[in-house]
């Protein structure tokens, strides 16, 4: 290889990384995203004719969650970036969006989303310790 192809392939190599490292960054808002108007616990994204819609919400229902239905059309999917549906999204207290998954992955991940909205629940309300406890 020529001196000037080595040296291509560095500066590609050098900047390239970085702007997909953003690119692909920007691809996950669900993280830092908020949302004031749904409710704290699992949203779920579904529309008309979508077939894993059903076993979606049957899946979450079986790991003791009851979800919050959204359908579309909504100005959720757009605020939310929900490109596919099923989505859930397990919304805290401050209205922060703390877990998402799309398509299949909702079933398969149905007791991790139930156990991030509990987890959530707990940061909220913590026990407080009684009087049998000693404190």
């Known amino acids: 290889m020529s001196d000037l192809a080595v040296r291509l392939a560095v500066v590609v190599l050098v900047v390239g990384i970085p702007v997909t490292a953003v690119l692909l960054a ?10 004031a108007h749904l409710a704290p616990g699992i949203t779920v994204f ?12 049957d899946a979450l229902h079986r790991a003791a969650a009851t979800p919050d239905i959204v359908r579309a059309p909504d100005g959720a999917f757009d ?20 877990a998402r998954r799309s398509g299949p992955a909702v079933a398969a991940d149905a007791t991790v989303l139930v156990a991030t909205a509990e987890r959530a629940a707990e940061q909220v309300s913590p026990r407080r310790p009684s009087r049998r406890d000693g404190r």
Do not use: F, K, M, N
């Open 79 to 98: 605020e939310l970036r929900v490109r596919s549906v099923p989505t859930a999204v397990v919304v805290g207290e401050s209205g922060r969006v703390l």
């Open 46 to 57: 579904v529309a008309p004719g979508c077939r894993l819609c059903g076993p979606a919400i």
């Open 26 to 35: 920007r691809r996950r808002p669900g993280r830092v995203r908020t949302t």
